[in-house]
């Protein structure tokens, strides 16, 4: 078998393993995800050209979107980590590269996931951010704040931190509809509308599980 078959039969394999064993859905054959409370957390494998990379990602649900993304994400050779190189090449190290990667998934990620699984704990990690874990643009890290604090109901801090979002939304083209929706939210807040702000939130995770197809 070629290498490049024979080294993504082998993630798929683990995958499998992990899954199992750590309770994600198989979302699709080399892509992992686990919910825990209304925050997906994501193991996603994937082979350009020339490589493997995988993705170590975290996305809230209660943040409108219409796909799963690594907004909030690393590769998983920079995980807490700093590995150059290849994986995968060499037919006689796939088993070698197989259980590197596993070991680096039960040392770095699962227990960096289980730390970091509520609203309140992704807020503290943010708060503290260390890229050398995550990698997330200033929009997205005010975005994640934002949403994260008006789902624990401290709106005033949801306030300045979707307003500090708005403000470096401004330099950016796309998604005018989710400026609106923030903007929306802000104002609701000056209204003290915190009930129908709790509604709005609700039918986010509904609608994000519904376009991205999550039942976890």
């Known amino acids: 078998m ?3 078959k024979l080294f993504r039969k082998r993630i798929q394999e683990l995958c499998v393993k992990v899954a199992r064993e750590h309770h994600f859905l198989l979302y699709k054959r080399s892509f992992l995800v686990r919910n825990r409370n209304n925050i997906l957390q994501m193991i996603c494998f994937c082979f350009p050209p020339s490589s493997m990379q ?8 209660y943040i409108p979107n219409t796909n799963l993304n690594f907004s909030f994400s690393n590769l998983l050779n920079y995980f807490n980590n700093a590995e150059t190189g290849l994986w995968g090449l060499e037919e006689t190290g796939i088993e070698e590269d197989i259980s590197h990667i596993s070991s680096l998934i039960e040392v770095n990620v699962i227990p960096w996931f ?32 934002g949403f994260s604090y008006l789902y624990i109901k401290k709106y005033e801090s949801a306030k300045l931190h979707l307003s500090k979002a708005l403000d470096l939304s401004k330099e950016r083209i796309s998604h005018t509809g989710d400026f609106e929706f923030i903007g929306l939210l802000i104002d609701k807040i000056n209204q003290n509308l915190y009930a129908s702000i709790d509604k709005d939130i609700e039918e ?11 039942n976890v």
């Open 204 to 214: 986010v995770i509904c609608k994000t599980r519904l376009e991205c197809k999550i």
């Open 114 to 145: 289980e730390e970091h699984s509520t609203p309140k704990e992704l807020i503290d990690f943010i708060h503290n951010f260390n890229p050398n874990i995550s990698k997330c643009n200033p929009f997205h890290l005010e975005v994640y704040l």
């Open 54 to 61: 995988c993705h170590i990602a975290l996305q809230p649900l």
């Open 2 to 4: 070629e290498n490049r």
